[in-house]
């Protein structure tokens, strides 16, 4: 029994040290590719964030421009929270990674180098934003504030959209007051 133990342990330690290998191996520096970057066509993160505009525009349509140090009256944290840090995208389904790493996720479609996601169940599409040079990706997020005053009621309306280009979508009737503030967004 004695023999056997000593010629099991013996076939052991041979077993590991030719399983060792011969040295010769080649090794890769960069190592094996991340499969959570090939899993995506696009997978970008922000590396710019441009003030571009802010703007009242009264009842009776006259538009003045206001200064990036009163954003925060206005919107308090909402760039905060509502600003993409990181933008993941399939063939068909896009991840916008948020503060606190919220993720919101819908369905999408590549037209050429633009890409469009569809933010309700009537599959209307809204673009996103478009690829630049090499691994640049472009958008614009708009904050708004529209109000509609009525002798019998106030309605407020609060959100954000991408690719906003004008405020005139914002305000169906002449007696919308709307704020606007649109941030220029370069992710690598």
Known sequence: MRKFNCIAVLSCFLLIFWRCGTGNEIIDPEGPPDPEKSRYELAVKLDQLKFDHFQHISPTGQVSQLKETEVEKYFGKDKAYALPLEIKAT??????????GITEAYKSKWEGGKLYISMAADDQWELLGERGKDTEFKTSLSFYIVRNEQPSMTNIAKGHVYNLESYKSLRTSASMEVYWLTYGLLYK
Do not use: E, R, T, Y
């Open 91 to 100: 063939k068909d389904s896009a991840f916008l990674v948020k503060h606190g």
